[in-house]
Structure formats: C-alpha cells, structure tokens
C-alpha cells in the first residue's frame, strides 16, 4: 500500500460513512476506528525506512511543466505526526460511540470526522508547497464543519463562522507566501526548498515570505493575537474539541514552523516574530486558563499557552530548542487528549461542564478522577511523567540562551511565570472538581461512563505515565527520527535522562510547582469572596467581541460600497464593467513601447472576399437590429440575435473549423430555446410619457451606451487586426497536429485537446456548467412569473379530452391541440431519430467532427422541443429525466476517468487508447479518452434539462394563484389551465 491510501482512505470512508442510515452508531465508529487504526498500523510498519533519516517519497504526475506535481513525502517528522493524527483518531472514534446521542445525526459526525483526518493527513504527508496549501484549506473547511455540528445553537455557528475566517485568512496569506518562495527558488517541491535555504533567505522577497507564512501558521494554532478563536470553538462536541487541540487543526500550525523549520529560521526575523508570538501566546494562554470557569473553556486556553510554549521553543534558533519542540507536541497530544475526553466524561455523566457547580467527583467517578489528575499533573509539569521532561528541556533553552540582555534576564522569569501559571489551573481542573464536599445540584447524578469510553483516556494516560517514567526506552528512537528532519539532519546533543541532576531549570520547576500552589490558594480565597469572575487585564479585552465588531464594520462599509458604486440596473452594472474594461485595456497598451502597441504587422493580408463580405454585413446588420429591437420587440430581437449566430457559424465553416461550427450551431438552438422560454415569463414593457429631465436622461444613458459599444466594438476589432497580422513563430499548432494521433488517439484535432492536452480545463468548464445550472435551477425555485404572464393564449391552451377525441387520444392524455397537434406529434417522432444522431456524433466525436459537446446540445435540443410543444407536466409525467444526476454522473465519470490515470501511475486525465477485435463488428478502438466524453455528453444534457425545469417550472408555480380577470387584458376564466409552459 503506497502512501496515498493514507490520505484517501479517510475521505473514502467518509462517503461509505455519509451513506448509512441515521441510527447506525456503532457501525459508523467501528468504521471510523479501524479506519485510522489500519492506517495507524500500516504507517508505524513504515518506521523503519524514516528511523534513521529516510525519506518515503511518491510523485504523481499533474502539470510538471508548472512544478504542480502531487508528491506525497514520509519522513520521520511527518511519521510522528501521522501517528498522532490516525492513532488519537481511532481513540476519538471509539470515545465518540458513547459520547454523542443516538439522537444526533452520526452519519454527518463520522463523515465530517473522517475527512477532516483526511484533510490532516494531506497536510502532514505534502511534499509540494502548493499541495499543501490545499490540504490546508480543507482542514479549515472540515474543522467549520465538525465545531458548527450542532448548528442549532447560535454559539456553535458563531464559533464556527469565527474559526473559518480566521483561518481561512491566515490561509490565504499562507498561499500568497507559498507562492512568492515558489517564485524565489523556482519550485514547490519540499526537498528543492530545503536545498535551497541560502537562495531564499538572502533574496529582498524573504521577509515578505516569511511574515505571509508566517501569518498563516499563528492564525492557525491560534496564537496571540489571533487565539480569540479558539475559545469560541468549544461549542464543538468533546470528541472534536479532543481531536482538534491534540493532533490536528491547532497543530498544524507548529507543524509547518517545525516542517519549514530548516529553511526559514536561524534569521534575526524568525527569532523576533515566531518568539515573540510564542512567549504572549504563552503568557496570555496561561494567564487566562486560571479564570475559566468552563472546563473546555480552561482546556482551551490551556491550549494556546502550550502551542505558545511550542512556537517560543521553535523561535529560538536552537536545534536542541528544536528537538525541545518536537518533544513537546507529542506530551501534550496525549495529555490535552486525555484531558478534553475527561472533560467530556464530566459533562457526559453530571449534565455539567461549569467548575463552580462541581465538586467531590472523586467520590462517584474514583477511576475518571484518578485518570483526570493524572493527565493534569502532566500537564502541569510533575515529576516522572512526560509533561516534565519537555517543559525542563524548555527552561533549559530558556536559561541558556545567547541573545539580547533583556532577553536573557527575560525570558527564565517569562517561563517560569508561565510554570506557576499551568500549575495553577491544573490544580483548579483537579481540586475543584474531584475535591470537596459533594455536589448536589447536578443536572445527573454522577457514576462512572461505560468502561469503553474510559478506554481511550487509560490508554493515553498510561502513554504518559510510561513516558514519564522511562523516556530514552518508550520513545528515544522515536523522537530523533521526528527532530532530525526539523533541525537539518543533524541531531544536537540532548538528554531524555529523568534527572540531570540540582541545576538552574530544576530550580525552576520548583519554584513553578510552589508558586503555583500558592497563587491557586490565593485565586482561591479571592473566588470565595465573591471577586475575579473575569482575568483581570486580559478579560477586559475580548477577542471575540473585536472580531465581531470588525466584521461589523466591514459589512457596514460592504453595504456603504454598494450604496455608492451598486445598482440593480443590468444595464448600469454592464456599463460599468465594459467601461472599466475598456480603460484598462487602453492604459495597458498606452504603457506599451511604440513596437509593442496595437498597431497593424507586417504579415501579408489575404484578399478580400466579396461574398464574406457580404456575409458580415449581414451580422452586423442583425446585431444592430436586435440591440435596436431588443426593448419593445423581444422576440424580433432573439431572431436577429440568433442570425448573427448563424453567420458566426458560417465564418467557422469558411475559416475550415467545422466542430467549432457544428457546436456553435447547437448552442444557438440551445440558447435560443432557452431564451425564449425566458421571455415568456418577462412581463410586458409599458411606454411611460416622458417628458423634461427624464427624457433628456434617457437619451443620454443611451448616448452613453452607443459610445461605450462603439468603443468596444472598435477596440476588439482593432486588437485583432494587430493580431493577426503578425507573425506567430511559435504557433503551439504544429505540436498538436503531430501529437493529435501519436499520443491522443485521434485524428480530430480539436477533440483530442479537448479531452486530453487539455483536458483539466474542460473539466473545469463542465464543473462551472453544472454549477452554473444548479444555482440558476436554485435562484429560480423562489421566483414567481408576473400575473400577466400567467395566462396562455387560447389556441395554446390544451383541451381535456372528451368523447369525441378519445378515439384519438385513447389514453386520456391531456396534449396539445390547436395548430399546435401536428408539431406535437412530429416532436415525438423526432426524439428517436435525435437520439440517433447524438449517439452517431459522440462516436464519431473523436476522429471526425463531433464528441460530447455536440451530442449532449442535440439531446437536449430533442427534450426542449418536448417540453415546450408538450408542456412541463405531460413530459415529466412520461419521462423521469432527474438532471441533477445526469449532473452528478458527468462529474463521476469525468474525475473517475483522470483519476484512474493517476491509479495506472501517469498524469491526470492522460489518455490510453485500446485496439479490440470483436466478433462480427471487427477491429474496435477505444480510447479512455470516451469515458470522459461521456461524463462531457451526460452533464451537458443535464445542465441544459436542469436549466429548463427551472424555467419550465414557473408554468406549474404560475398557476398556483390564478391572474384575476382585472390582473391581465382580455383575460377569460375558462383560460385558467395549468398546462405546463411554453
């Protein structure tokens, strides 16, 4: 199993997950746990290759002429990371079975819960910066996902809007700085940027680079000033909050300081930025944690302090700081995991998570209390468990230091502050809850929670029990694979030794555990008088009330722009767009040098056909008139408009492009249909007297629009000629007319490139045609015609059948009559045959003009004729069309067939042609270039049948309230039929 599986088989299971029914807990946990734990067993059988700097590394071809390879890289730092994102995974699965209610929605949970390890595991295994940007943002997504799962409750929507656009901020700051160290050192590949720290820390652009990435990595493991967030993120259930603080989303953003680590530090600008960052986040964390009164709340900021402590640590500039760092995020992945799932067994079993109402626990719940403090005193830094080893490391670093004399004065009083601090709200998690006098009113009666629930808490406390006790056996080899790659290869001298020994850091352990104990008694006393229901200092500044005051201020300033520069007036709004265009394009040539300016080339000009000629003032004519036409005459317009078409499409076939012609020709029917159906439901345009002012304005505005086209018009022609009458010694012609058949398969040029050279981008165009259907279909669900639009006229109007017609309409079928029966009955006849031709178009799609463009427009030209002769409700009552899955099988058949170039080892979307010989039909080729023809052929048909319904439709809604007589000229009672529209 290579690598890739490690980051697919979550997102798979996750739609396997998604697809279970609502009360199938345990089968949606057991397939969430043996997922992360088959995946935790098959990367720590990959130990051994990373052990002693071994570095994993699966490239998967994409674009490699823009670096945009997929490269998935495993080295002993991100092998220590996966383990912790998939092994903590599977404890959070099983904590998770019993933690959340049958009530809840667990298909939505587990789907969630999956992705987003995913999504971490993309961010943990990327070897390419730009991939990892993208991991990046999925993590954010997936994590707004899982904290607004009860999207009931207005603080989880809050925290989850909060969380997002922090993060999704900082991450867009992390792609502009990505981008800017591609630009720098000429590729995005991890290993290029690592053989190339010179390059990019002596280029101007590298503070610019670093800050962005930097901005970035702090938004994201919410770090001063932007931890506000992740407070406000504990309205998430507890198995998240566990995941999120342990192994994945906070840490992401230490992770990619420690994975750039050996390319971006050992500046003056890391030292000032990252350690600056580390020692507030560090301080304010602590400092705030003591104040809480909500255990999540008190963990959370807990939190922050710690990933401070791990940033301040990476600031340093010190490889064993370094090594310090890499210790750390391990200690606290499985004390702070431990702790959040106590928490949730707290609150699971008492009905409670608030400090002031608990008390006495240990007595009812002796096992959950023991665990609890023991995750605690690690987390405060006791003696023979692990929280102790890493934070003696950091004083350690913090004591031996060589900068500045206030930072060396500073910075052992700054962490041993910080000490005091952590032991003071671990007491206040333990003493508080498990000691005292018993509560008595609980929402619950507390006991202990099933014995599995407890399981994943055992497990992780013992992890730091053994740690503890016993650091070089349980996890010395482990932790040099880690920290060799984050400090250069090369690892410093440490010592993973319990005691080194009465020194300086020992001394400072000590002072932190008796300060702390004394300023948690004094908080104490302060909190039974009545005083500090708030951190003094710190509480008087709320981040989340800043954010929500910025985000105020933004959207007021939003809807001031709008009220300025907006307006609802189409006509206004394209103006504006051509307009701006039109200047831009101006200055962009004006700047030019003399050569460079749109100015007629030298290349010798054909003659000028009269019959061509002729042929274009025909278009322009038919232009001219249907914008001439366009306010009073609509459906003359859309004729001229659709004989401009044509000419267009004749110039294709004169210019020797007949599949451009044949699918200009197609849309033009297509789009035409689809207008007029739109027109039918404008209401009419009533000719106000306009007298003065008012029509001097309208004749300026249309003053206004005649010079902005002419302008345009002229501009663009202009272009052009410039254009084409220069040379092209570089046409990328040649290269596909000889590539076409070699390496497409085919020898329709045009088709070839479509879905092979060039495919991602028609895929990008499918996927914007979709989209582009599903939110018309979306828009128009909540439109409601004008009531003079209701009405048909009588000799469209269908008649129910009576005795006289049953002889032929023996079905009793309501249908067209009129002078609409005979096309009504032709339509019918003519499916069959359109299919036909749309089939024979596809086939031939790939060698002659056609493919599945053209042959999805002419489907869809079939089943828009039945509609509009027919009517809505007599086709949908025949046929069961459902668009959106014809929608969701082209996206399916289109990403499955680049996909299953990927699984065959070449680049996405690459074609593999096949010779077959069959029986009676002899030598067949097929190319897998079909497939995604296919996926073309059915997303066209259902975007276009999904565009229809959305219009088609308004004739069903219409009908719902009958115009009043009074409402629409003319209009007769017995004329109220619904009929479908037309």
Known sequence: MSLVYLVLLPFLSSLIAAMLPADARNRESTL??????????????????????????????????????????????????????????????????????PSDPVPRFFAFLLSFMGAMMGVVLSGNLIQLVVFWELTSLFSFLLIGYWHHRKDARRGARMALTVTGTGGLCLLAGVLVVGHIIGSYDMDVLFNSVQKLQSHSLYSVALVLILLGALTKSAQFPFHFWLPNAMAAPTPVSAYLHSATMVKAGVFLMARLWPALAGTEEWFWIVGTAGICTLLVGAWAAMFQHDLKSLLAYSTISHLGLITLLLGLNSPVAAVAAVFHIMNHATFKASLFMAAGIIDHESGTRDIRRLSGLARMMPVTATLAMVASAAMAGVPLLNGFLSKEMFFAETVYISATPLVNFGLPIAATLAGVFSV??????????????????????????????????????MACLVVGVAPAFAVGAFLAAAARPVVGGTLPEYSLAVWHGFNTPLMMSIVAMVGGIAFYLLLRYQRQQGRLEVAPIVGRFSGKRNFEWTMAALSQLARLAVRWLGTRRLQGQMAAMIGITLLAGIAAMWMQSAGHRASPGTRETLPLSPIFLLLWLIGMACAVGAAWQAKYHRLAALTLMGAAGLVTCITFVWFSAPDLALTQLAVEVVTTILFLLGLRWLPKRLENVQRGGTRARTLGRRSRDLFIAIAAGTGMSALAYAVMTRPFPQSISPFFLEKALAEG??????????????????????????????????????????????????????????????????????????????????????LPICAVISVYFFMRGHNEPGGGFVAGLVLSTAFLIQYIIAGTQWVEAHMRLMPQRWIAFGMLAAAGTGLGALFFGYPFLTTHTAHLHLPVIGDVHIASALFFDIGVFTLVVGSTLLLLTALGHQSVRGHRRPARPDEVPDARPEHHVATGGR
């Open 424 to 461: 003071a709200y671990s007491l206040r998690f333990t003493v508080d809850v498990f000691f005292g006098p018993k509560a008595d009113d609980l929402p619950r009666e507390p006991h202990e929670p099933p014995h599995w629930m407890r399981v994943p808490v055992e497990l992780l406390v």
């Open 32 to 101: 969430a746990g043996l997922t992360a734990l088959g995946c935790t067993i098959y990367a720590a059988t990959l130990f051994p290759q990373v052990a002693d700097g071994g570095v994993i590394r699966q490239d998967i071809a994409w674009i490699p002429s823009l670096g945009l390879n997929i490269v998935l890289r495993l080295d002993g730092f991100s092998w220590m990371f996966s383990m912790l994102v998939l092994g903590i995974g599977a404890l959070v699965a099983l904590y998770a079975r019993y933690y959340m209610s």
């Open 745 to 830: 398969g085919g020898t329709n040029v045009v088709n070839v490139m479509l879905v092979d050279f060039r495919g991602l981008d028609t895929m990008g165009e499918i996927t914007v045609l979709g989209a582009v259907a599903l939110t018309v279909y979306a828009l128009l669900r909540r439109f409601r015609p004008a009531a003079e639009t209701v009405m048909l006229p009588p000799q469209q109007q269908a008649v129910p059948p009576d005795l006289a017609t049953d002889l032929v309409n023996p079905r009793n079928e309501d249908t067209a009559r009129g002078y609409l029966m005979v096309p009504a009955v032709l339509v019918r006849l003519l």
